[in-house]
């Protein structure tokens, strides 16, 4: 018989949501911060009063604003997001092939100011940029949880794979291809939207915004002329995020999204597990696990990694645990794509990380997940601006 109790006192009253506020910031210049019930109308971080140490008209330099999207199809998972980091802006395109275990990623710069994020994600809102080599666009109705995405990329693509001669970073030069996908979806949200703002900084109005949502998906993916059509597995999450990350920054980030053999049945799980520069952990995070049609909040982890993401060869295992037998899993890394830019005062380490987990999550009934295998996705990220 399956032991359950009462997990849900483990959970802060400040991740409970709140109904959401016309505005994330507030008349008087300070950001709203906690856990919302619905997207918000108006999200003009700019207006934020002293988000960072500069004068209030540098705020545009400081913020950072991207749409992302994981798609999980049968031998595959994509990413696909739209960045615009006020001195530049980003189209990123990464595959991970299940069956090979090779990651290709195609990373296209351009300006800021020909990269478009979506002031709301409401009432067909875009976000897209474009270049000669590719684009990506959304569009966001997520009032009626739906959303549409749309993106391609040709020529110059990093292809990782594991290897136990060369780490991922010292094979980087070697591993360019020309490769091309292009892909057209449709997404319906099938689960509660995950919505906070955490708050970065103990004085200042430093918040970190993000909503993520669980979807369902029509459409089809062509990675070098291989179809991939959606079926009944297919799901995505949906992540839109905006804030002032502080000068040093690090977050660690794993998930799964699936229909997976649960309880002897196949079903819809997916889960986002978080950690970063929170000032509060307990009262302030994104972890929750999601299930069609609900949802469950999860409590603070922990991040255990048995060698550095930056000396990944072939594999890495990621110990992922919280204090209270809520979330127990191991991550186990096959493939990863490094984006490693060191350009003076501009420091970044980004491991997006791909394989599979093992362990269980607990729902705030008790109710135990097993996961055995399943797929897993993950980012490393270290940031010094």
């Keep these: 018989m399956e032991i359950r109790g009462d997990y849900s006192k483990y959970i802060s009253e400040t991740r409970r949501t709140r109904p959401t506020p016309k505005s994330i910031v507030k008349d008087d210049g300070t950001c709203e911060f906690g856990t919302f019930d ?33 798609v999980h199809f049968d031998n595959g998972v994509l990413l696909s997001a739209v960045s615009d980091m006020a001195f530049f802006g980003k189209i990123l395109n990464v595959f991970y092939d299940k069956r090979t275990k090779e990651t290709y990623c195609w990373d296209i710069s351009l300006g800021s100011a020909d990269t478009h994020i979506a002031p709301n994600l409401i009432g067909g809102t875009k976000a897209y940029a474009r270049t000669d080599d590719g684009f990506i666009k959304y569009v966001n109705r997520f009032e009626r949880g739906y959303a549409n995405l749309k993106g391609k990329s040709t020529g110059k693509c990093l292809v990782t794979r594991p ?5 991922a970073v ?26 906070v703002s955490i708050p970065f900084d103990e004085e200042r109005p430093r918040p970190l915004y993000s909503q993520k949502d669980f979807f369902k998906v029509k459409g089809e993916l062509i990675l070098n002329g291989e179809k991939m059509v959606a079926n009944e597995n297919t799901t995505a999450i949906i992540d839109d995020h905006r804030g002032y990350y502080p000068r040093k920054a690090h977050y660690d980030w794993v998930t ?44 603070p982890v922990t991040f255990e990694h048995s060698i550095a993401t930056e000396d990944f060869k072939y594999e890495q295992e990621v110990l992922i645990r919280d204090e209270y037998d809520m979330v127990n899993l191991t991550y186990k890394v096959y493939s990863l794509n490094p984006m490693v830019m060191h350009a003076g005062v501009v420091n970044i380490d980004y491991y997006i990380t791909f394989g599979e987990l093992f362990g269980y999550l607990r729902d705030e009934t008790g109710k135990k997940y097993e996961l055995d295998g399943v797929m897993g996705m993950g980012e490393d990220k270290t940031l010094l601006l």
Excluded: H
């Design 170 to 195: 010292e094979a980087m030069k070697e591993n360019y291809k020309e490769c091309d996908i292009k892909f057209n979806l449709k997404l319906k949200r099938m689960s509660d939207p995950s919505v």
């Design 163 to 167: 290897r136990k001669d060369k780490t």
């Design 38 to 70: 619905k997207e918000f109308e108006e999200m003009d971080f700019v207006k934020l009063d002293g988000p960072t140490a500069l004068p209030n008209q540098l705020n545009k330099w400081k913020l950072t604003l991207w749409e992302a999207c994981e």
């Design 256 to 299: 799964t999204l699936g229909r997976y053999k649960l309880d002897g049945e196949d079903k819809y799980l997916a889960f986002n597990l978080t950690r970063n520069q929170s000032i509060d952990q307990e009262r302030y995070n994104e972890n929750i696990l999601w299930l069609e049609g609900k949802s469950s909040l999860l409590p």
